[in-house]
């Protein structure tokens, strides 16, 4: 984020600006990553079904149709499961990140308005923003530590 040293009217708006910078930026990374998920999840599935009917086609025994049904059935199910699998473990990760994403931004926005309250060091509120904001940098050092060991570990 940038760091802001104007006036202290200035300074706020600033620290407001990168803040909210951050949280858009946040919020189409989210995007993407449920984009992406989806397409993965759903791009083949239209396609796995109808190379599981093409034989049906080819041998022109349409008596094999029950058989054939039953496997898309089974294969649509177990696609389910798995997509209900890989939505849930990804709604996790997702609720880790942007929690984090949020910290690092007030983060930033505690440090920010701190810096633009320069002269006003010594008083009282800016004390307790500065201990607010490092309080807010241990928080999200240890999501971002929880969220990264649990992508390594794969869970």
Not at 66 to 83: C, H, I, M, S
Not at 100 to 115: F, I, K, R, V, Y
Not at 121 to 139: G, I, K, R, Y
């Amino acid at each position: 984020m940038k760091k802001t040293t104007a006036s202290t009217p200035q300074g706020l708006f600033g620290a407001n600006a990168a803040c909210c910078q951050r949280l858009a930026l946040l919020a189409q990374q989210s995007q993407q990553r449920w984009l992406a998920l989806g397409q993965r999840l759903y791009g083949g599935a239209a396609s796995e079904y109808l190379s599981t009917l093409a034989p049906l086609k080819a041998s022109g025994n349409w008596q094999e149709i029950a058989p054939a049904l039953g496997e898309v059935t089974r294969k649509q199910w177990q696609a389910q499961l798995e997509a209900s699998q890989a939505l849930t473990h990804a709604a996790l990760e997702e609720q880790a990140a942007l929690a984090a994403g949020w910290s690092e931004a007030m983060n930033g926005w505690l440090h920010d308005a701190a810096g633009a309250a320069t002269g006003l060091a010594t008083t009282p509120v800016t004390q307790f923003w500065s201990n607010m904001s490092d309080q807010v940098a241990s928080a999200c050092a240890a999501m971002r530590e929880a969220t990264q060991a649990g992508v390594r570990h794969g869970q």
